[in-house]
């Protein structure tokens, strides 16, 4: 069973910083891309960010130089640097993965619980 679990949410100030950490566990062959999404009260989910397998990394608009995403394949953990925020950057904010389970079958995406992050005025 494939896990992903979240941390470091919580509530900070208006130009504060955040970093948010999403570990995979359980019994896996390889992970592929790994991203960030978020969903704020009353809006739809939105990628905020995506790194490939090698390390290329894609950003939504509007995190494009305040936001930086990475990762640590040895400890199959994704990161999102947050800094400068907004309080338009308060949301519930979800790990994604696509895993394959085995070296046989094609991989699937799992999300985390999401962590929630609020950013106060």
């Known amino acids: 069973q494939v896990q992903l679990v979240e941390s470091g949410g919580g509530l900070v100030q208006a130009g504060g910083s955040l970093r948010l950490s999403c570990t995979a566990s359980g019994r896996f062959f390889r992970i592929n891309d790994m991203g960030w999404d978020r969903q704020a009260p009353g809006k739809q989910r939105e990628l905020v960010a995506r790194i490939t397998s090698r390390e290329y990394t894609t950003y939504q608009d509007s995190v494009k130089g305040r936001f930086t995403i990475s990762r640590d394949n040895a400890k199959n953990t994704v990161y999102l640097q947050m800094k400068s925020l907004k309080p338009e950057d308060t949301a519930v904010y979800y790990c994604?993965?696509?895993?394959?389970?085995?070296?046989?079958?094609?991989?699937?995406?799992?999300w985390g619980q999401g962590t929630q992050v609020t950013v106060s005025s």
């Open positions: 994604n993965g696509e895993i394959e389970p085995t070296r046989w079958e094609s991989s699937d995406v799992y």
